[in-house]
């Protein structure tokens, strides 16, 4: 029986080094595929279509999921009775063919805020014949902190739209990271107690990290209720994903738990974990259980036990046991056995397990030599480890390791830090990039991804990427703009189109290793220090914002069209703001090197005036506003009495990111209110300072500055309690076009040229020093 075992084991080993590529991901697919039936999915599907575009237009479709096709196919015709069947392999592929049917025939398109789409009354579906099949076998949406940068007061209404659309867009692989309940249940069991475990959960804006690992209790305790009422929430989200046939990768035990297992188990061998980012030791930070502990199998199998009985699987599992950290020694024997530990402890509760592995800690590549990341990740059978590449289209890894020594890898357009806003992407390299990872020799890519840490801009970026990953040929990004810009505004017009070229040229078009975080000079704290750079030419965004105001009278008013259009004119005027925020700044700066106090005090007031500005644009967009935010914190604390710590949670998160400003503006939002209440009141108390010590004729005392500053504005911000509107103030149009007109006046006064000279330089290539013109 024992060499049986062995023979067996020995042959399933032997198939999975043989599997080519394409092989490696169809299993990886197969054995993540849920067990829903075809008939729940295709009911899954036509209640999808029904939502998006209506009860009497959905029934000119007819759908059918047909597991005889190709895995990630799907095929449309229409029928003798004038309907339209979609017959896919699964309910994502019939509802990828849906979204097809939608922006190629129909010229109709859907992003995050708009799921719904307004078909003719007396329509009559066109006749259309066409097949495809993914050119990924895994398309892979979420980052683990997306779901506290984006998701966090998210309640099932915001969901069911949401997976609405990552069906659309061909989407089979998410993450389902609630786990507080669970682990509630876990540490009772051991023997801790009610404090010592509301001493280790953060607060609601903050799981993310303390899942990992990074802090504890900061911003808690987090309620009771909350963990339960999130673990059935989850419950609900997992089934509408998988009625669609969605694979839904569950947490795993990755080796951190609180400071009071120590209590519990004192004989255990448990190592702190590396403080980060400054927290204190009140936040920072929990234990690490050794691997070669037994505690860390016994705890691994008990919580993913749990897991299975509460959310069901599909037989994958996240684990990161160093995120943003390094491990105790850096030694291959410690990377192999930490691997081992958390695999084995997978292995036990589910031996189809597969291991889902977030890339981001290889990019700490002065820890992460290639001898370690080798160990790390060979210690585990191939094909039972799948790497998230978390950055593709700057930071890939895959190929300094390898294709991760033959582990199955998903490029990922990470893109977004902190769901900051700003345009920004990189198209070509997104397009370009991909095909070529899919042709390298030994590729063991399986998948195309997108991993924003936070949604809500740039949706064109994320949109271009999930289309390149079902594509098996690379998309001709001129075309695809143009085709983008028809569809998004359900027009044909050549200055829409010219609006998305010119984006693609410019803010689209970044390459290089510069790390951007959203962090532009009117939403940092301010200082004569900042470095403001762009890498595109700054009149693109001028010429867009114009070209978007005169096309405003074709846009048509229904299907949504019109908020859509509002919504991304409000964008492009906010960018047009901040690159001229960052221009003005940039001859404040030098006013003030020079000691010119009426060019400085000129200056001040023109940026106060941009944040001004930036405030009513803002004000009149529904995405753009910082009550929105507040009221659905408020609106999920599990009582009245609970609000305020729910507020607190939302607002620090924004601001301070910490009990003393750890990690401040990291996750900054162009938001109205923020702009009023948070940003401007520091560059005006900033503006002031600086034009005092000019005439007191002393150097700007910096120090003294940010005490103030952090003091009076930033920490004070987090216990604050107004309340903000939660509608639009004010017509889009208009405001943007008053902008558009005074700040046109201004390029003409003489007065503004001579004293606002100086233009921020274009980087040049991939140096990221001398970013000022001289």
Not at 492 to 506: A, C, F, G, K
Not at 699 to 718: D, G, Q, T, Y
């Amino acid at each position: 029986m024992f060499g049986r075992i062995n023979l067996c084991a020995l042959l399933a080993f032997v198939h999975i080094l043989t599997l080519t590529k394409c092989d490696l991901g169809s299993d990886l697919a197969a054995r993540f595929a849920p067990d829903t039936s075809p008939d729940v999915q295709e009911d899954a599907v036509k209640q999808l279509i029904q939502r998006v575009i209506g009860l009497r237009a959905s029934q000119w479709f007819q759908v059918e999921v047909n597991r005889i096709l190709e895995a990630n196919s799907y095929q449309i015709s229409r029928l003798e009775n004038g309907k339209v069947l979609i017959a896919g392999s699964n309910g994502v592929s019939v509802c990828k063919g849906f979204h097809y049917y939608l922006k190629h025939v129909l010229n109709k398109d859907l992003d995050w805020f708009k799921t719904q789409i307004e078909l003719p009354e007396n329509w009559d579906p066109p006749n259309a014949t066409y097949r495809s099949k993914s050119g990924s076998s895994l398309i892979y949406y979420q980052n683990v902190c997306t779901w506290s940068y984006s998701f966090v007061w998210w309640q099932f209404d915001e969901w069911r739209r949401h997976i609405d659309w990552m069906a659309m867009m061909g989407i089979n692989l998410v993450i389902a990271p609630n786990q507080e309940a669970i682990w509630q249940d876990v540490y009772t069991e051991l023997g801790l107690t009610p404090e010592e475990i509301d001493a280790h959960f953060a607060g609601p804006a903050f799981q993310a990290w303390q899942r990992m690992g990074n802090i504890r209790g900061w911003a808690g305790p987090l309620p009771p209720a909350h963990r339960q009422l999130q673990q059935r929430l989850q419950q609900r989200i997992l089934g509408a994903q998988r009625e669609l046939g969605m694979s839904v990768a569950l947490p795993a035990f990755a080796g951190h738990v609180p400071t009071a297992m120590r209590r519990v188990f004192p004989n255990a061998s448990f190592t702190p974990a590396q403080r980060w980012n400054n927290f204190p030791d009140l936040y920072c930070c929990d234990l690490f259980v050794e691997p070669e502990d037994p505690l860390f199998q016994q705890l691994g199998a008990l919580f993913l036990r749990r897991v299975i009985q509460v959310y069901g699987s599909n037989h994958i599992y996240f684990s990161d046991p160093f995120n943003e950290m390094m491990p105790r020694v850096g030694e291959p024997n410690y990377m192999r056995s930490t691997a081992k530990a958390i695999y084995s402890s997978m292995h036990e509760v589910d031996t189809d397990a597969v291991w889902l592995l977030q890339g981001w800690m290889f990019l700490k590549s002065f820890f992460w030599t290639d001898d370690l990341i080798e160990a790390f990740l060979t210690a585990v059978p191939r094909g039972r480890i799948l790497v998230l590449d978390l950055q593709s289209e700057q930071f890939p890894q895959y190929q300094r390791t390898h294709s991760y020594y033959g582990q199955p890898f998903v490029w990922c357009m990470l893109n977004n830090f902190g769901g900051t806003l700003g345009l920004f992407g990189s198209a070509q390299l997104i397009t370009s990039k991909i095909i070529a990872a899919r042709s390298m020799p030994n590729s063991s890519l399986v998948g195309v991804g997108i991993t924003p840490e936070g949604i809500g801009q740039n949706y064109a970026m994320f949109a271009l990427t999930l289309e390149q990953g079902w594509s098996s040929d690379e998309l001709q990004l001129e075309d695809w703009f143009e085709h983008f810009a028809l569809t998004r505004y359900g027009v044909n017009d050549t200055r829409l189109s010219q609006v998305w070229q010119l984006l693609r040229e410019s803010v689209y078009s970044f390459h290089g290793v510069e790390r951007m975080r959203g962090k532009y000079s009117l939403n940092k704290r301010p200082s004569l220090n900042l470095n403001p750079w762009i890498w595109y030419n700054a009149t693109t965004i001028y010429e867009a914002w114009r070209l978007m105001l005169e096309a405003s009278e074709i846009v048509p008013l229904k299907d949504n069209r019109r908020a859509i259009y509002e919504h991304d004119l409000v964008d492009i005027t906010r960018q047009f703001l901040q690159q001229s925020f960052d221009h003005v700044y940039v001859n404040l700066k030098s006013a003030y090197r020079k000691e010119q106090l009426n060019r400085v005090e000129y200056l001040a007031g023109k940026l106060l005036e941009l944040l001004a500005d930036m405030e009513r644009i803002l004000a009149s967009g529904e995405h753009y506003l910082l009550g929105n935010w507040l009221e659905a914190a408020n609106r999920l604390a599990p009582s009245v009495e609970q609000r305020p710590l729910y507020e607190f949670n939302a607002r620090n998160q924004l601001t301070a990111w910490g009990p003393n400003g750890q990690i401040l503006d990291y996750a900054t939002k162009q938001w109205s209110g923020l702009m009023s209440d948070y940003y401007q009141p520091r560059w005006n108390m900033f503006l002031e300072a600086v034009a005092q010590a000019l005439q007191a004729k002393k150097p700007f005392n910096a120090s003294e500055f940010k005490k103030r500053v952090a003091n009076e504005i930033e920490l004070p911000f987090s216990n604050l309690t107004k309340a903000y509107p939660t509608s639009p103030v004010g017509s889009t149009w208009n405001i943007s076009h008053d902008i558009y007109e005074k700040w046109k006046a201004y390029s003409r006064d003489t007065h503004f040229l001579h004293y606002c000279r100086i233009a921020v330089r274009l980087m040049d290539g991939n140096k990221p020093a001398d970013r000022q013109s001289k």
